[in-house]
T-cell receptor, first 115, second 112 residues
Framework: KAGVTQTPRYLIKTRGQQVTLSCSPI?????VSWYQQTPGQGLQFLFEYFSETQRNKGNFPGRFSGRQFSNSRSEMNVSTLELGDSALYLCASSSGLQGRGSSYTFGSGTRLTVV | AQSVTQLGSHVSVSEGALVLLRCNYSSSVPPYLFWYVQYPNQGLQLLLKYTSAATLVKGINGFEAEFKKSETSFHLTKPSAHMSDAAEYFCAVSESGNKLVFGAGTILRVKS
């Protein structure tokens, strides 16, 4: 079956702009999580959506937001971009079953560069 | 909060040698533990997962990991390294709410 699809793969934006990233999970998966990966901070959890509701949120400013649609596709938005937002943004798809044993399948990521 | 420590940001082995990547976790409850691999400009690929069914977990590409509660460790091993194993490896623990907490990663270099 198809994997997790993230679009676009690469983005270059200017400081102060906003950006929207998209993630299509594996068919049948209802949970989508977003992670930010940077050389300095490593992999950090942004938020998780399950059945169109944000179920968990990491420690990021309000400029970072997301949503999930009825078909489980998710988008994340970053407003008023800063240079420090340059990162690889990864989306992870899972069945969303409660408990800590869910398997997470990651997409290839969106590489965002802010100039 | 749960946390993960990966000892050694870089590990170098010769082709055919044993691979050992170290991971220690901190958790107040029985953890679920994961190892992921990341190749350049790619996402994360699941190697294996511990969910308390068995302490020795076998994964893909010949990797395995052993859960040792007394040592709070979940080290990743492979008997014989291959050039294609060169990548970055991440250990992660799953907290409540389906969130993963990752270690800082270990870059594995395989010398010919």
């Amino acid at each position: 079956k198809a994997g997790v699809t993230q679009t676009p793969r690469y983005l270059i934006k200017t400081r102060g702009q906003q950006v929207t990233l998209s993630c299509s999970p594996i068919s049948g998966h209802r949970s989508v999580s977003w992670y930010q990966q940077t050389p300095g901070q490593g992999l950090q959890f942004l938020f998780e959506y399950f059945s169109e509701t944000q179920r968990n949120k990491g420690n990021f400013p309000g400029r970072f937001s997301g949503r999930q649609f009825s078909n489980s596709r998710s988008e994340m938005n970053v407003s008023t971009l800063e240079l420090g937002d340059s990162a690889l943004y990864l989306c992870a798809s899972s069945s969303g079953l409660q408990g800590r044993g869910s398997s997470y399948t990651f997409g290839s990521g969106t590489r965002l560069t802010v100039v | 909060a749960q946390s993960v420590t990966q000892l050694g940001s870089h590990v170098s082995v010769s082709e055919g040698a044993l691979v050992l990547l170290r991971c220690n976790y901190s958790s107040s409850v029985p953890p679920y533990l994961f190892w992921y691999v990341q190749y350049p400009n790619q996402g994360l690929q699941l190697l294996l997962k511990y969910t308390s069914a068995a302490t020795l977990v076998k994964g893909i590409n010949g990797f395995e990991a052993e859960f040792k509660k007394s040592e709070t460790s979940f080290h990743l091993t492979k008997p014989s390294a291959h050039m294609s194993d060169a990548a970055e490896y991440f250990c992660a623990v799953s907290e409540s709410g389906n969130k993963l907490v990752f270690g800082a990663g270990t870059i594995l270099r395989v010398k010919s």
